[in-house]
């Protein structure tokens, strides 16, 4: 089951520098994108979501940018702290209260 | 933040055996889903509940798999005879209700299920 994908297993960004997570999916009928973050040992915490009616949603240091045409998501940090230092996820629905499909995840490194 | 909480957080289980796993979730939470993590793999979706009814199940969630809500509070996931590959974390999450984007499934800490 391939429907999400995270291409990069790992990322490591200097603070104070943009991190870029990226996330494609294949079915044009997702309606619903949400990025998440995880530490070991813990569930994974919600960070910012998109519906497809939009393309950009802003939270604080959080953006997630949708490309439908693409099915492509992603989610900039800016600027990167150490505490960002974790696995995100990237997770697709087909509407709000449906099940999430995630994808492998990337795991940030922000080096002081 | 909201919390919702998990029990055990380490659950150690002969093959065979049968398991409970609980979720306490956040108060006047409609919507309530298990997921589990293998080692290394994806986070999977399980099963969805809704109205006390399930509203979704993936293939994994087979005749071993079940789930209620015994006193309207508390959310349980039953594995009625364990196996081997059914070692993983699962995770409880919530949802208040479909509407406001702000709204989304809340994940609990998790519980580590190992199956020897």
């Known amino acids: 089951d391939q429907q999400v994908k995270q291409n990069s297993p790992s990322l490591s960004v200097q603070e104070g520098r943009i991190s870029i997570l990226n996330c494609d999916y294949t079915?044009?009928?997702?309606?619903?994108f949400l990025w998440y973050k995880k530490y070991p040992a813990e569930g994974p915490t919600f960070l910012i979501s998109i519906s497809s009616i939009k393309d950009k949603n802003e939270d604080g240091r959080f953006t997630v940018f949708l490309n439908k045409s693409a099915k492509h998501l992603s989610l900039h940090i800016v600027p990167s702290q150490p505490g960002d230092s974790a696995v995100y996820f990237c997770?697709?629905?087909?509407?709000?209260?449906?099940?999430?499909?995630f994808g492998q995840g990337t795991e940030l490194s922000v080096k002081p | 933040e909201p919390e919702v909480t998990q029990t055990p957080s380490h659950q150690v289980t002969q093959m065979g055996q049968e398991v409970i796993l609980r979720c306490v979730p956040i108060?006047?939470?409609?919507?309530f889903y298990w997921y589990r993590q293998i080692l290394g793999q994806k986070v999977e979706f399980l099963v969805s509940?809704?109205?006390?009814?399930?509203?979704?199940k993936s293939e994994i969630f087979d005749d071993q798999f079940s789930v209620e809500r015994p006193d309207g509070s508390n959310f349980t996931l039953k594995i009625r005879s364990t196996k081997l590959e059914d070692s993983a974390m699962y995770f409880c999450a919530n949802l208040l209700i479909a509407g406001g984007l702000t709204d989304t499934q809340y994940f609990g800490p998790g519980t580590r299920l190992t199956v020897l």
């Open positions: 108060s006047n939470h409609l919507y």
């Open positions: 997770a697709v629905a087909y509407n709000q209260g449906g099940k999430l499909i």
């Open positions: 509940f809704y109205n006390n009814e399930i509203s979704e």
């Open positions: 079915n044009s009928m997702f309606d619903y």
